[in-house]
Nanobody, 116 residues
């Protein structure tokens, strides 16, 4: 199995930047894709960005050109030109296969608050 943990959230003014980090441990060789999701109360959790093991990336239309996902020792989400509507709890998710079993592991989330 894989465990993930997010860090880097906080309070920032509109137009500012934050970088979120996702640390993965365990059977990380089996991870096929890492994703960053966000959720606000009463609204379904939505995919913000994802990165596959081949390096290909995908972004929600609302963050294209502002957010960048990358993977080095950890998985990062660089968030620039932040808007108040980016305020949410951000979650990291790891999906893949290990010993023939599919898995999906979520972190506990990190709060991002953008003030106007």
């Amino acid at each position: 199995q894989v465990q993930v943990a997010e860090s880097g959230g906080g309070l920032v003014q509109a137009g500012g930047s934050l970088r979120l980090s996702c640390a993965a441990s365990g059977s990380t060789l089996g991870v096929a894709v890492f994703g960053w999701y966000r959720q606000v109360p009463g609204i379904q959790r939505e995919l913000v960005a994802s990165i596959r093991s081949d390096g290909s990336t995908n972004y929600a239309d609302s963050v294209k050109g502002r957010f960048t996902i990358s993977r080095e020792k950890m998985v990062y989400l660089q968030m620039d030109s932040l808007k108040p509507e980016d305020t949410a709890v951000y979650y990291c998710k790891a999906e893949g296969w290990w010993l023939g079993v599919n898995f999906a592991s979520w972190g506990r989330g990190t709060q991002v608050t953008v003030s106007s």
